[in-house]
């Protein structure tokens, strides 16, 4: 189901695009220098229902295997040139993984799309499931305050695994962001979608304790699976939730947002 692109025997494929850096709906300023993602989420991942809808892909397995932007370096050159009022900050990615495992292609554009922003000014907010490198931690290539962050909804690997199948073990998505804060990084945890106990039972705690050194906590639930009931006890379980966040935030004086 995952495809591994080893650059010298087996290139991904390339798609051109028109433009690159764009708002989103949300607000703010993203890149998506990939179509497609070998995380393959089974949340189901929005941006691959989005793209099957949109016909961008066929079905889940093409969406496995992705397509980098071939012109993504020379587009981004281009509209920061042409730009004359700069973004304040550049999400990397609303609709792909930058450090998507076995993709090494996509983690090198990542790191020249992200030092050609900081080159002009401009940090970048990164998100990923997969490894976060070590090199960002270098100022001369990275010089801007950029914001680090890790997907991490559980430690149980058997819910990896069966949700999350092609992204990284938590472990070593810890690691590497633990990695980036003892280098003087800022960091941060993304949780969402939280599952509720009607698909594993677990405890909020325990993952908050792995991630005590971070700067900053998103908390959010699941909120588009027929797995998780939109009843009562699920709007009381995720109130008890936002409570932990809030509490743990509060307690070790980290920036929090839950929702
Ligand atoms: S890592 Fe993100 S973009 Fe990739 S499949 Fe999972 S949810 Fe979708």
């Known amino acids: 189901m995952v495809a591994v692109g080893d650059p010298a025997t087996n290139p991904l494929e390339t798609i051109e695009r028109k433009s690159l850096l764009y708002k989103s709906g949300l607000g703010f300023?993203?890149?998506?220098?990939?179509?497609?993602?070998?995380?393959?989420?089974?949340?189901?991942?929005?941006?691959?229902?989005?793209?099957?809808?949109?016909?961008?892909?066929?079905?889940?397995?093409?969406?496995?295997?992705?397509?980098?932007?071939?012109?993504?370096?020379?587009?981004?050159?281009?509209?920061?040139?042409?730009?004359?009022?700069?973004?304040?900050?550049?999400?990397?990615?609303?609709?792909?993984?930058?450090?998507?495992?076995?993709?090494?292609?996509?983690?090198?554009?990542?790191?020249?799309?992200?030092?050609?922003?900081?080159?002009?000014?401009?940090?970048?907010?990164?998100?990923?499931?997969?490894?976060?490198?070590?090199?960002?931690?270098?100022?001369?290539?990275?010089?801007?305050?950029?914001?680090?962050?890790?997907?991490?909804?559980?430690?149980?690997?058997?819910?990896?695994?069966?949700?999350?199948?092609g992204a990284a073990p938590y472990a070593e998505r810890i690691a590497a962001l633990r990695r980036l804060h003892d280098a003087g990084c800022r960091t941060l945890v993304h949780i969402e979608p939280y599952p509720t106990p009607s698909v594993i039972v677990q405890d909020?705690?325990?993952?908050?304790?792995?991630?005590?050194?971070?700067?900053?906590?998103?908390?959010g639930g699941w909120n588009y699976s027929s797995r998780v009931p939109r009843d009562r006890a699920a709007e009381e379980f995720y109130r008890q939730q936002r409570s932990t966040v809030r509490s743990f935030c509060a307690k070790h004086g980290t920036d929090c947002k839950v929702e």
């Open 29 to 165: 300023h993203c890149i998506n220098h990939a179509l497609g993602c070998s995380h393959g989420c089974r949340y189901p991942c929005y941006a691959f229902l989005m793209a099957r809808h949109h016909g961008r892909v066929r079905d889940y397995s093409q969406w496995c295997r992705p397509r980098i932007v071939g012109n993504a370096l020379s587009l981004l050159d281009r509209e920061l040139t042409r730009k004359r009022v700069l973004p304040p900050d550049v999400h990397l990615c609303l609709t792909t993984d930058p450090f998507m495992v076995g993709q090494p292609e996509v983690g090198a554009m990542s790191l020249a799309i992200i030092e050609r922003l900081n080159r002009s000014g401009v940090p970048c907010s990164l998100l990923t499931k997969g490894r976060l490198s070590a090199e960002l931690a270098d100022r001369r290539r990275f010089p801007c305050d950029n914001t680090h962050g890790i997907s991490l909804v559980s430690l149980d690997e058997g819910f990896r695994r069966e949700w999350e199948p």
């Open 204 to 219: 909020l705690s325990e993952i908050l304790a792995e991630v005590t050194f971070v700067d900053h906590i998103y908390f």
